[in-house]
């Protein structure tokens, strides 16, 4: 009975993003079948969780709206996130949910926290870094460039990267495990968020498709731009922004769950 009363709640928050434009229709079904594998797992603190994520990174995505258009090298999303971006900030929790259905193992837990510790550290960095006054450093090209090029790292974003990583991993961590063990997931999960975040920084900086504008010169991750095809300068044909998500979720999420091995 309880199951099915959070199914209603989640179809109708999932509706409701839909409708505000957080959502594309798409991504709006995804959500909510990544949301009942993760009640189904978790309960609802894990649903609490991953509601939590969503709630805070949209919200931060509409923050400094304005000036993030006039931004050349940052692609608006105007009907809000599709199935695909979806399922790279949910995909690893996904897993989690299923892999605690066949077996009820810490490991999952700390996977799914770290996972959506990681992914909101990435959303976070990017929908915060991007409004920092000054250029951002290229940790791989050891020079200054263009806000929101990938590979890039400000002290704003990475301050907002921690506080991401943060938010989750201490929410998790209190949420499921009490007395010392809690702190432990929360050290372990906040770490593995972090560190995933400047992992997909440097895939982001290397393999991520990137291209080049001919008309305006600007470096994005789009095939068009200034109503031109772009030009690629860099990464590979099957790696997009996506991908590069959900390799790094997923790392940080079993970088956890193997580091409870050694804490249980």
Same mark, same amino acid.
């Given at each position: 009975?309880?199951?099915?009363?959070?199914?209603?709640?989640?179809?109708? &928050?999932?509706?409701?993003? *839909?409708?505000?434009?957080?959502?594309?229709?798409?991504?709006? #079904?995804?959500?909510?079948?990544?949301?009942?594998?993760?009640?189904?797992?978790?309960? *609802?603190?894990?649903?609490?969780?991953?509601?939590?994520?969503?709630?805070?990174?949209? !919200?931060?995505?509409?923050?400094?709206?304005?000036?993030?258009?006039? !931004?050349?090298?940052?692609?608006?999303?105007?009907?809000?996130?599709?199935?695909?971006?979806?399922?790279?900030?949910?995909?690893?929790? &996904?897993?989690? @949910?299923?892999? #605690?259905?066949?077996?009820?193992?810490?490991?999952?837990?700390?996977?799914?926290?770290?996972?959506?510790?990681?992914?909101?550290?990435?959303?976070?960095?990017?929908?915060?870094?991007?409004?920092?006054?000054?250029?951002? *450093?290229?940790?791989?090209?050891?020079?200054?460039?263009?806000? @929101?090029?990938?590979?890039?790292?400000?002290?704003?974003?990475?301050?907002?990267?921690?506080?991401?990583?943060?938010?989750?991993?201490?929410?998790?961590?209190?949420? &499921?495990?009490?007395?010392?063990?809690?702190? *432990?997931? &929360?050290?372990?999960?906040?770490?593995?968020?972090?560190? @995933?975040?400047?992992?997909?920084?440097?895939?982001?900086?290397?393999?991520?498709?990137?291209?080049?504008?001919?008309?305006?010169?600007?470096?994005?991750?789009?095939?068009?731009?200034? @109503?031109?095809?772009?030009?690629?300068?860099?990464?590979?044909?099957?790696?997009?922004?996506?991908?590069?998500?959900?390799?790094?979720?997923?790392?940080?999420?079993?970088?956890?769950?193997?580091?409870? #091995?050694?804490?249980?």
């Amino acid at each position: 009975m309880a199951f099915a009363l959070f199914m209603v709640v989640l179809a109708l &928050f999932v509706a409701i993003a *839909y409708k505000i434009r957080m959502l594309t229709l798409g991504g709006a #079904f995804s959500s909510w079948g990544i949301g009942v594998v993760v009640c189904a797992a978790f309960g *609802y603190r894990g649903l609490g969780l991953l509601l939590l994520f969503f709630i805070s990174s949209s !919200l931060l995505s509409k923050w400094g709206k304005e000036k993030k258009k006039k !931004l050349r090298t940052l692609s608006v999303e105007s009907k809000g996130r599709n199935a695909g971006q979806v399922f790279a900030n949910g995909g690893a929790a &996904f897993l989690a @949910g299923a892999g #605690f259905l066949f077996f009820s193992h810490p490991f999952w837990l700390a996977l799914f926290i770290a996972s959506l510790a990681e992914a909101a550290a990435d959303t976070w960095a990017s929908e915060v870094g991007v409004l920092s006054k000054g250029e951002p *450093y290229h940790i791989l090209r050891r020079t200054r460039v263009e806000r @929101g090029i990938s590979g890039a790292v400000s002290p704003l974003g990475l301050t907002a990267a921690a506080l991401g990583s943060l938010l989750i991993s201490v929410t998790g961590a209190l949420l &499921f495990f009490e007395g010392k063990w809690a702190f *432990y997931v &929360f050290l372990i999960t906040f770490l593995a968020g972090f560190l @995933g975040n400047i992992l997909d920084t440097i895939i982001g900086g290397t393999v991520q498709l990137g291209f080049r504008c001919p008309v305006c010169g600007a470096e994005v991750e789009v095939h068009t731009h200034c @109503g031109v095809p772009t030009e690629q300068i860099k990464g590979w044909s099957s790696v997009n922004n996506n991908t590069v998500n959900f390799i790094s979720s997923t790392l940080a999420g079993v970088a956890a769950g193997v580091m409870m #091995f050694w804490v249980l």
